[in-house]
Nanobody, 122 residues
Framework: VQLQASGGGLVQVGGSLRVSCLASIGSFSTYGMGWFRQAPGKEREFVASITYSGSSTYYADSVQGRFSISRDNAKNVVYLQMNSLKPEDTAVYYC????????????????WGKGTLVTVSS
C-alpha cells in the first residue's frame, strides 16, 4: 500500500494550490480519505476528509470555506483544493486512509503518505 502526495510548493498569500494523493491501494472506494497537516514545531492536525463514497465531507474550522476535498474513485486519487491561502497554512500535508471510516481521526487512520510541503509566503 502506498499513498503518494504531490502538488505542494510555494505560493503567495491569497493564492491557490491543489494537492493530490494517489493511492496504490486495493478497493480504494472502500476507504475514507483524509488530509492532515503538520507545521514546524506543532502537532499534526486534521484538515479535511471525505467518506469512501464521497457523499460526506468534513473540514477543520480553520479551513472551512477556503479548502475543498474531492475524490476520483476511478483514478484512486483524492484532491485538496486550497484557496485564499494564509501564512498559517504553511505545513507538510499528509494524506491518509481509513477503511469505511470518516477519516477525521489521525489515530484511526490505517495508512499514511509521506507528505508534501506547502509554503505560503507573505
Amino acid at each position: 500500500v502506498q499513498l503518494q502526495a504531490s502538488g505542494g510548493g510555494l505560493v503567495q498569500v491569497g493564492g491557490s494550490l491543489r494537492v493530490s494523493c494517489l493511492a496504490s491501494i486495493g478497493s480504494f472506494s472502500t476507504y475514507g480519505m483524509g488530509w492532515f497537516r503538520q507545521a514546524p514545531g506543532k502537532e499534526r492536525e486534521f484538515v479535511a476528509s471525505i467518506t469512501y463514497s464521497g457523499s460526506s465531507t468534513y473540514y477543520a474550522d480553520s479551513v472551512q470555506g477556503r479548502f475543498s476535498i474531492s475524490r476520483d474513485n476511478a483514478k484512486n486519487v483524492v484532491y485538496l483544493q486550497m484557496n485564499s491561502l494564509k501564512p498559517e497554512d504553511t505545513a507538510v500535508y499528509y494524506c491518509a486512509a481509513d477503511r469505511f471510516g470518516t477519516a477525521r481521526n489521525a489515530g484511526g487512520m490505517e495508512y499514511w503518505g509521506k507528505g508534501t510541503l506547502v509554503t505560503v509566503s507573505s
